[in-house]
């Protein structure tokens, strides 16, 4: 991260509060109260990647609206290699948080795994 802000600072605790939390994927089966915990810390963790975007944005001079427009401007600020990946990670969590169609609980695990190793490249 370049800048020390609030922003960037809970961005990182959450990145570390989803790898702890992710830790616990097995213990899943036996109460899903696990899995309410780590799909909260993957919605916690990709609000502030949203906003760690936004503020990036803002500095340059973007305006954003929304978080596709965040995740949009960080793709051309080249914060992100691939745009339609995150995109991909705000729709599965859209998706699950208002259960239009059901994520599978799989899939959902592979999605915040998939997110956890892109959004640490932000803090490296």
Not at 14 to 32: M, N, Q, R, V
Request: aromatic share 12%; glycine share 4%.
């Amino acid at each position: 991260m370049k800048k020390n802000n609030a922003v960037d600072s809970k961005l990182k605790a959450s990145i570390d509060a989803l790898e702890h939390a992710l830790t616990f994927t097995k213990k899943i089966e036996e109460d899903g109260f696990y899995y309410s915990g780590i799909t909260k810390c993957y919605e916690t963790c990709l609000e502030y990647a949203w906003k760690f975007f936004k503020k990036r944005a803002t500095d340059e001079g973007l305006e954003i609206y929304s978080p596709k427009d965040a995740i949009r401007c960080a793709g051309q600020l080249k914060l992100i290699d691939d745009v339609q990946k995150w995109l991909d990670f705000l729709e599965d969590r859209n998706l699950a948080v208002h259960d239009y169609l059901g994520v599978s609980r799989d899939d959902y695990l592979k999605t915040m795994r998939n997110f956890l190793t892109e959004v640490k490249k932000l803090i490296d």
